[in-house]
Nanobody
Framework: VQLQASGGGLVQAGGSLRLSCAAS????????MGWFRQAPGKEREFVAY????????DYADSVKGRFTISKSSAENTVYLQMNSLKSEDTAVYYC???????????????WGQGTLVTVSS
């Protein structure tokens, strides 16, 4: 599985961005697609995931109510809609995929290259 993340950029606090993660290769029904982020000087942290078959999702507490993860099976793409952005959301965002993965980054073997989101206050 190869993953290509896109959609990052510079946005003012309170604004919105939508990230995309296009997957190539075979996506199995047991796959989970996740988003993680890493801010400067900090460890990578979980943002959200969605299961490919049932679309079940989970979010980090810090983004609940502001971010929405979704998928398009036809396009083999996962999206992360980010609203009400805050300066603390500034990070490189990575998409990841693996079978039956969850909220821990070590559960994922396949990673995209990352896309930078910068939120100005």
């Amino acid at each position: 599985v190869q993953l290509q993340a896109s959609g990052g950029g510079l946005v003012q606090a309170g604004g919105s961005l939508r990230l995309s993660c296009a997957a190539s290769g075979r996506i199995f029904s047991s796959h989970t697609m996740g988003w993680f982020r890493q801010a400067p000087g900090k460890e990578r942290e979980f943002v959200a995931y969605i299961t490919w078959s049932y679309g079940r999702s989970d979010y980090a507490d810090s983004v609940k109510g502001r971010f929405t993860i979704s998928k398009s099976s036809a396009e083999n793409t996962v999206y992360l809609q980010m609203n009400s952005l805050k300066s603390e959301d500034t990070a490189v965002y990575y998409c990841a995929a693996d079978r039956t993965a969850g909220s821990r980054d070590y559960e994922y073997d396949y990673w995209g290259q990352g896309t930078l989101v910068t939120v100005s206050s």
